[in-house]
């Protein structure tokens, strides 16, 4: 086990250091001129006529393409539009990028492939295997440049990248790979537990960035004395049953990664795990913190500025045939001591291991970064919350209720704002993340545990975590959001009159617009339905707003009360059989989290289903989403905060609203439910998917 243990780290450590060299390294001064043209520039085809628009001066068109949305794409997006902009590619100003995400539907990833090389565009970034592959099919003509990430094994994608030399590939086509530390997680996997002898996974065999990781864990859980079991999928809806029977195989643990499709759905995994008592591990850094005992993989945001290295050298002028195509590993290892507590075998987490965490989910579900982040830096510490960037390290904690899709775009907001001015985590500010997941107990456990830490910012979102600090915390200041209507919470008795340590960004659904996005659909609508969870406050409060915007259009808004998931299968058919026109499902804890069986039921009544959460028509059933911008929302959050670190008093910055709306067709479950979306409403829509 010691041999095991060198070779693990020893294998981690080459890993990082081979990715470190390539995170440091410029790729222009690596590039080796192979076609004869002086410096490496490109001198015919694609890039010449990209670099020619670039020299004049002339946007540039870049299509980004993504297979679905998931935490590894959305990462190595992020990494990718920072990246360009370091280079000095800014979009809005010389290069203007179109996103789009087939949501793991092949007909809609080929059409968007089809798109970027129509000749609308100048330059193509694909995210994922499934993307790379539609993207090198649509493109086999070399009409446009094209840039890879995220990609498991490019060699093995049959693109025509060669395994033994990575500089042949199509003279249009290049980027970089990121395989997946199978090995590693397994033989981590049998450090934690000695006694493992029966692995299960669930992966979809028609995906190759998949097979491949299959073939590696079959190997090495040979060499390892276990047995891998695996279960096939053809798609993300059918994980958590295939995860259910893996489980009553006999499996003592979940191993996931490099599969599209299981990564999409891997909360189905973690319920699955859960209810057998064995735990999930995986190939990706971020598990941890959505489930996992540990997972071990790339740092995502790196790999999307490596790919945004590349795409910039080529918008600089160097030619895409001589770049080589390199596997890039920068590894990050995260772990979850809650999850041990669950586990009906005697896992265990020894000390070298967790020395090795970049981050750590304790067993109170608070996350920390690797280093010490309750205490302050070496820089004094003096009172006051005036000092700019560098003065002071702040202490700040971030707690959320539960797990959604509005909390993580608000954080990823709140982040973008630190670091659009400059903040650094871990030398301006160390940030330590929490999440109840939806229990109260928790919930006021962690409020405790902020006041003795020495906390020097509160930020939360949800109705019930201000409800829960406005009670508990009055000495240091508290920045909400994603909360309804903070003066129900017991913040204020108005936006201007609040408690004086309590500001923040407020998320009121925008009622008029979902309704009239509604009836724009369906003019001869008389009666819509809505599930309502009576024990939150903020869903009450958010189906009184829109009950009053319907009744005064002629509407009669019904509603069928749910205050568990376990209440909402049985919630929402019962309201489908109140003869309703459509399904408006408001805002609430309860639905952010567990809107797959309301999706599930309109689909197949085929009784139109809309929201007022973005995720609701990119990721589940609605055919039209009118959602607050969370992420902008995240961002103002991060402005209020900065200016209270900045020396302003909280009680004087008024409660403001998010800024943004955003409408969100998804033309794909519209057609399931027979709708013709106006074109008044597309002309509204900033995202449509499904196309």
Known sequence: MVRLMKSLFLGIFLIVAASAVLLVSDYRGRVQNMSGTPGGLASDGPAAALHGKVRAGRPVRVAVLKWTASVTTDETYEGLVAGLAERGFEHGKNVMLDTFSAEGDMPTAVSMAQNACGGDYDLMLTISTPMLQVGATANKEGKVVHVFGAVTDPYAAGVGISRENHREHPAWLTGVGTFQPVREVLELTKRL????????????????????????????????????????VDNSSAVYEAASALASQGVQVFAIGGDNSVESAFDSVVRAADAAGIPVVGYASMYAEKGALFGLGANYVEVG?????????????????????????????????????????????????????????????????????????????????????????????????????????????????????????????????????????????????????????????????????????????????????????????????????????????????????????????????????????????????????????????????????????????????????????????LFFSSFAPISKACLEAKTPLFGFDTSTATKGGAAVAVARDYVAGGEEMGHVALRVLRGEKPAAIPFAPISRTIVTINEKNAARYGLDIPASLRQRANVVSGE
């Open 305 to 589: 500025r490596i790919q945004a290295q590349v795409a910039a050298d080529i918008l600089g002028g160097v030619s895409p045939v001589d770049i080589p195509v390199e596997n890039v590993m920068p590894l990050k290892l995260s772990l979850n001591k809650n999850v041990l507590k669950k586990l009906r075998d005697p896992w265990r987490i020894p000390p070298e291991v967790e020395a090795q965490a970049a981050i750590i989910v304790d067993e109170s579900g608070t996350r920390h970064l690797s280093q010490d982040v309750s205490a302050p830096s070496g820089v004094p510490t003096a009172a006051g919350a005036g000092a700019a960037p560098g003065a002071r390290r702040w202490n700040l904690h971030y707690l959320n209720y539960v797990d959604s899709a509005p909390q993580e775009e608000t954080l990823r907001g709140f982040l973008k704002a630190l670091r659009d001015e400059g903040w650094t985590e871990g030398k301006e500010y160390t940030l330590t993340v929490s999440n109840a997941q939806g229990d109260m107990p928790t919930l006021a456990a962690m409020v405790d545990n902020v006041l003795t830490q020495n906390a020097d910012m509160l930020v939360l979102t949800s109705t019930p975590t201000l409800q829960t600090a406005v009670k508990k915390v009055r000495d240091i200041p508290v920045i909400f959001g994603v909360v309804a209507n903070p003066v129900l919470a017991g913040a204020g008795t108005s936006d201007t009159d609040h408690l004086p340590n309590v500001t923040g960004i407020s998320s009121a659904s925008a009622y008029g617009e979902g309704a009239a996005a509604l009836l724009a659909c369906l003019p001869g609508a008389k009666r819509v339905g809505t599930l309502v969870n009576p024990s939150e406050s903020n869903c009450v409060y958010n189906f009184e707003q829109l009950k009053a915007v319907f009744a005064a259009k002629g509407v009669e808004l019904v509603s069928v009360s749910v205050s568990t998931p376990t209440e909402i299968p049985d919630g929402i058919r019962a309201l489908l059989s109140m003869n309703v026109d459509a399904v408006l499902q408001v805002a609430g804890n």
């Open 193 to 232: 537990y000695p006694d493992l002898t029966r692995v299960g996974t669930v992966m979809n065999p028609s995906e190759a960035c998949s097979q491949a990781c299959y073939e590696l864990a079959k190997k090495t859980c040979a060499e390892l004395g276990v047995e891998l079991v695996a279960v096939t």
